[in-house]
């Protein structure tokens, strides 16, 4: 009896500590080829892109604020991902808090926004640069208790200005552990000790 109630104290402890701890996953596209599109390439780490290619930078005032070699634009519209047409990310699991990085930022800007699993917008923030905006890099952040999806593109179709972005972050909170496998763990417990009783 001993045995069984330490399985099952074991298998709650687990599924509340499991349900507490938040998790991040950072993505920086450097382990993908440029011209590719990143697709379900990051799935396993549970989200999927959609309208997002792989980029390689060549004039070097274009990469501050990177991870290089790899960025990503758009597959659509290259340097100029707009508002009707943007590059989305959709998670497996709900997320929290997202951060993504515009690159070369100008007066095209970067805005960036998150929705829920019904498809309305949660949280939204934007910045816009000014110039052509060479070297001009920020951080945006978009925070709600279940993100299901976010997209990010430029504010503005701006003359020659073009954007790009890195350095994809996220952070979830894992699914606890249902009460239903609680109880299983608890029954398989208690099996091994009818079995152990049999024995002896």
């Known amino acids: 009896m001993r045995l069984v109630s330490a399985i099952v104290a074991a298998a709650i402890g687990l599924s509340v500590a499991n349900a507490a701890k938040a ?9 993908l080829t440029t011209g590719t599109e990143v697709g379900a390439a ?40 707009q508002q009707i047409d943007p590059i989305s990310a959709s998670f497996s699991v709900a997320a929290t808090s997202v951060t993504l990085r515009g690159i070369d930022i100008g007066a095209g800007g970067f805005i960036f926004k998150a ?20 070297g001009v890099f920020r951080d945006l952040t978009v925070t709600g208790e279940a993100i299901a999806r976010v997209d990010f593109s430029q504010v503005n179709l701006a003359g020659a200005d073009g954007i790009w972005f890195d350095n994809f972050s996220f952070d979830y909170t894992p ?17 091994a000790g009818f079995r152990k009783r049999e024995a002896d």
Do not use: E
């Not at 998790?23 to 382990?31: C, L």
């Open 175 to 191: 699914v606890p552990l249902p009460a239903g496998a609680v109880l299983l763990i608890g029954g398989l417990g208690a099996l």
């Open 23 to 31: 998790k991040t996953v950072d993505i920086n596209f450097d382990d």
């Open 115 to 134: 929705f829920d699993a019904a498809g309305t917008m949660i949280d939204t923030v934007s910045y816009v640069g000014t110039g052509t905006g060479p």
């Open 42 to 81: 990051y799935s396993a780490l549970g989200v999927t892109f959609s309208n997002a290619l792989v980029y390689t930078p060549t004039i070097n005032s274009s990469k501050i604020g990177m991870t290089l070699p790899n960025a990503i634009y758009s597959v659509n519209m290259g340097g100029k991902p």
